[in-house]
């Protein structure tokens, strides 16, 4: 991910597929190593599903 970053002209991530059993854990060490925010999170398959990210509200859903 950090080499990816490094040689793209990205300013953030989208998650998505969060709708199913994934928790979405792995974008912390993402996040970590290059620095770049979450920027949206999708929850669903409808454009609707597609909201802004929230920490608090995604650290609560990992733990839940």
């Known amino acids: 991910a950090k080499a990816f970053a490094e040689v793209t002209d990205i300013d ?12 979405g854990g792995v974008i912390i060490g993402i996040v970590n190593k290059t620095k770049l925010p979450i920027k949206y999170i999708g929850t669903g398959e409808k454009i609707t599903d597609l909201q802004k990210f929230n920490a608090k509200d995604f650290v609560d859903a990992i733990f839940e």
């Open 12 to 23: 953030g991530y989208v998650l998505t597929k969060l709708d199913g059993t994934s928790k």
